[in-house]
């Protein structure tokens, strides 16, 4: 009698209680088997979802450079087609025609010359994108070589400043690497270090708009003219590959009249990441080409499988549609006009943080200005010995914000640096909350150097905010 009325008990649950009150909460969550049976959605939903309150909070996240908020509509768009497969251009031709349009609009933007049949496609970011990019060239100077038959391995230039996929390229494709070391008051590729690097077997050089490390912009111009004066001289044709994963779309909104894209005649190919400042959710990238010419057909392949014929250049097969959809949401919904604005007040709200943090008197901004809405200091060094960027990093993380610490390569391993990514929706008043905080940090040193006064736990760096 007793066992049956704790069996209603446990039956009537479901309908008495909300979904904490059910034997999914109490009992352990399936952890490394299948489990045998299911359980209800919302259940489901709420395990994981309660799990990732773990996580940190993406927007004040200031170490990522991807998006973290799109709008209601984008989002509704993105959720509606989240089952197409991109890769299934029979079945789903508009959504080809769309990306098309994406790919034109651009290579516009970057300047591709009227005349030029440029092309290009969306990738999962920007390290397909530069996969892709790298090994197109990497045929062309195969194709193009003199001795076809020499057994010469081709090289790649860049500097020590590039983003791990450039490495990567390198290690996985069998191409040297010529990476050119930073140094401690430079920390880009310079026209001379190039000038210094390249031979006949440089498949290209890598440049980047807005490096990864510091948010600076390697000498592209410059670059491309000692280009152009090795042509003339050696008859050596060497492309420049833009990595432009962050400075893509936010300099034609900024500066249009800096010159870093198509109109530079050695710039052959470029990479943007459209989930970083493209304002999409990840992953989203794109690869254009400034001329279909540079894409060895021996790189495209044409897969029947699918209905027709199509043909593919990418590294993997199926991806989603719904980021390439919510790029072109944000380019119809924003236009030129709408990018701007918000790059504007990037670039302005990045000012004002900038001018607060060199306010607050102990750190250097690694920059001679800003160029991007990315911030990278360091300590100055007569801070050096009572704190670390390390130690603040970790500080400002207990307040839940997010801003990696780390050193710079070789031969600049010595410059231990905190990088801010401003995005969209870091306003103002963020600035001042996240300042409010760093504002503290001189009084822990001044309390550490003051030898008469021992260091307390209420001194402690992290108890002093
Ligand atoms: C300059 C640069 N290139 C490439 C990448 C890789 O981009 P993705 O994460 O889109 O693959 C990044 C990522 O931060 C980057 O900053």
Request: aromatic residues 10%; negative net charge; glycine residues 6%.
């Amino acid at each position: 009698m007793l066992s049956h009325n704790i069996n209603l008990k446990k039956e009537n649950k479901e309908y008495t209680t909300n979904i904490y009150g059910t034997r999914y909460f109490s009992q352990p969550t399936p952890k490394f088997e299948i489990p045998e049976d299911g359980m209800p959605s919302k259940a489901a939903y709420r395990l994981i979802r309660d799990e990732l309150n773990l996580d940190g909070n993406p927007n004040l996240n200031l170490a990522s450079f991807v998006t973290t908020w799109m709008e209601d509509e984008a989002e509704k768009l993105i959720a509606e087609n989240n089952g197409k497969n991109f890769v299934d251009n029979d079945e789903y031709p508009q959504t080809g025609v769309i990306h098309s349009r994406i790919v034109n609009m651009l290579a516009k933007l970057f300047n591709a010359p009227e005349d030029s049949n440029f092309t290009g496609t969306s990738t999962i970011g920007s390290s397909e994108a530069i996969m892709l990019a790298l090994l197109a060239h990497k045929w062309y100077w195969r194709e193009n070589r003199k001795d076809k038959n020499s057994n010469t391995l081709p090289n790649i230039v860049m500097g020590a400043d590039v983003h791990v996929v450039w490495k990567k390229f390198a290690k996985y494709f069998d191409v040297e690497l010529r990476m050119v070391p930073m140094e401690e008051d430079c920390y880009i590729l310079t026209a001379d270090k190039v000038k210094e690097s390249i031979d006949e077997n440089t498949i290209a050089i890598g440049v980047v708009l807005g490096t990864t490390f510091t948010g600076q912009i390697d000498e592209i111009s410059e670059i491309n003219k000692v280009l152009e004066d090795t042509k003339i001289v050696k008859g050596w044709d060497i492309p420049i590959h833009v990595d432009a994963a962050s400075g893509g779309f936010v300099m034609p909104f900024i500066n249009s009249d800096f010159e870093w894209d198509f109109r530079l005649s050695h710039v052959r190919s470029i990479n943007v990441s459209g989930h970083k400042y493209g304002l999409v959710y990840p992953g989203i990238g794109w690869v254009i080409f400034k001329d279909a010419k540079y894409i060895s057909e021996d790189l495209v392949f044409n897969v029947n499988y699918l209905g027709g014929v199509m043909p593919t250049f990418s590294l993997n097969f199926s991806k989603g549609s719904s980021m390439i959809l919510a790029q072109y949401y944000n380019l119809l919904r924003l236009g030129i006009k709408g990018y701007t604005s918000i790059m504007e007040n990037l670039m302005e709200t990045s000012q004002y943080l900038l001018d607060k943090i060199n306010n607050i008197g102990i750190f250097d901004f690694l920059s001679k200005e800003l160029v991007l809405p990315i911030i990278a200091i360091k300590l100055k060094d007569e801070f050096l010995d009572c704190t670390s960027v390390f130690e603040i990093s970790k500080m400002l993380r207990e307040h839940g914000w997010i801003i990696p610490a780390y050193t710079l390569p070789s031969n600049a391993e010595n410059v231990a640096v905190l990088r801010i990514v401003i995005k969209e929706n870091f306003s103002r008043s963020m600035a001042d909350l996240l300042v409010k905080i760093m504002k503290d940090i001189p009084k822990y040193c001044l309390s550490k150097k003051d030898n008469s006064k021992p260091i307390s736990t209420k001194d402690s760096l992290i108890n002093i905010y």
